[in-house]
């Protein structure tokens, strides 16, 4: 088997991408997001992020290398803001706030996409039309649930507030109600998302 440069990222982001959910420091929320990477090592590292081209991460490996650059940002922006957020809530929220994009245990969120006339329109992928309408962020939270992770009040409440629509997403503004950490997931996806707009794989 031919070890390409793209199943070489693919694999150095998995790795990257564990690694970071080693250094969760509360024990059991470790375990449970480890025990989730066990879960989906056949399926996470190739998961895309996006349906569209115009979309971030709409390739294979999108979901991990995306979810790498918000943990990433979100560490920034904690220094930056001098916010009081905990390191395991950085990695916990950055890295899980999409996992829902895999689907559910037994099936994908995401077929490569067969017409060739959405191909060319840049839809190369199209969403499992079999699975249960729930938004990504509550997916994301099902996993976590799922998998016995015991998030706290903020967690739940910066990956829920994932959940408004793209339009009103890209005109986010935080409240007083708002944490520190639902601030920061909220910007470092805005932020991630514009910076690497446009690219369209990972080599």
């Known amino acids: 088997m031919i070890d390409s440069p793209l199943i ?6 998995w790795i990257l991408y564990k690694n970071l959910v080693s250094k969760i420091e509360d024990d059991e929320k470790r375990e449970a997001c480890l025990a989730i990477c066990e879960k989906v090592a056949d399926r996470a590292p190739v998961c895309p992020a996006s349906t569209k081209q115009e979309y971030i991460g709409c390739f294979t490996g999108g979901l991990v290398w995306h979810s790498i650059n918000v943990t990433k940002m979100m560490k920034d922006l904690v220094k930056l803001y001098d916010a009081d957020v905990p390191t395991d809530s950085i990695i916990i929220t ?11 245990l037994e099936e994908d969120y ?8 959405h191909r060319d329109k840049g ?27 015991p998030l706290s009040e903020d967690e739940i409440a910066a990956i829920s507030s994932l959940n408004v629509r793209s339009s009103e997403a890209i005109t986010y503004v935080p409240s007083y109600k708002d944490s520190w950490l639902s601030v920061v997931l909220q910007h470092s996806v805005r932020t991630v998302c514009i910076k690497n707009h446009g690219i369209t794989s990972l080599i």
């Open 8 to 13: 070489q990222k693919i694999t150095a982001n």
């Open 94 to 104: 950055g890295l899980f706030h999409d996992i829902g994009k895999l689907g559910n």
């Open 110 to 117: 995401y077929f490569p996409q067969n017409s060739q006339w």
């Open 123 to 149: 839809i190369l992928f199209e969403i499992n039309q079999d699975l249960t309408n729930i938004s990504v962020a509550n997916r994301s939270l099902y996993w976590l649930n799922k998998f016995h992770c």
